[in-house]
């Protein structure tokens, strides 16, 4: 076996371990050879499509991440804590204040914040180095976030909240994305030289980056409208990933998309049987998780872009 394929191995094996846990545990315990009808309505109605939005969710944030990071030069960019998401909740709100029997309108008001912060953040990118951008995101972050505070707490989403209806949103889109995402992903790896050796083979790096970081803007705005604001986790699992399988993003995505998939769910599973029968969500134990990672790649990252 080579060595490559080894974490494909493991997250495969992680998958199915924590789909099944997920699946038997929860406010309720039940074998899945012996269920009653009740059994069964949780199962269906309530754990699966929560099990399959995190599923998505988590290869859909991981993979926006990766190309933020690429696209923008910056190894700690993500849409989670850039103002991205935060946009994207606030207008999905909006969208279902103006259009309430329309589920797929908060899809595309999400989109639209999650396009004008970006646009923002490309506005303001070429006058500082990456760092100073991701001050830039947080205070975009925290500006949105602010304006949607004001509204009742009703209005939040989570994967608590998730129907099939939800479910099927963020998994049909997510899947189209994602058929995107392998069609471009080669593109990460020319961002990593200078504009000017991208135009003497012909290249324009403003077309390729566009192209990046509107399919991430799309896979991180989908997700948000459906479960809410998720931070970290496009910082976390790509980083894992450039060290396990390699910088080159042929690699880094697939095992971003997988690795973030199994990352999403185990934390939602685990903040719901950690303190039952309340539960502690996803983005909290993220934050968690993610605080402490960011600071170490802070403290340890040189260079910037050298390391994307």
Known sequence: MKRSAIPYLVLAVLLVVTVWIALTNGASHFSLLKMTATDANTLFNIRLPRIITALMAGAMLSVSGAFFQAALRNPIADPGIMGVSAGAALFAFVGALLLPSFFFGKVVFAFVGGALALGVLIFFQPQMDPYRLILIGVALNATFTGIASVFSSTSQVSLGTVTWLGCLTVTVLGILGLIGVVLVTNWGNYLKVSDEQLRSLGLSAGKLRLALLGLAVFLATTSTAVIGVIAFIGIIVPHVGRV??????????????????????????????????????AATLLAIIGGPVLIFILAHKKGGARHV
């Open 244 to 281: 396990l399988v390699g910088r080159d993003y042929r690699a880094v995505v697939p095992f971003a998309a997988l690795a973030g998939a199994w990352l999403m769910l185990a934390v939602d599973t685990i903040g719901r049987l950690v303190i039952q029968p309340s539960e502690i969500p």
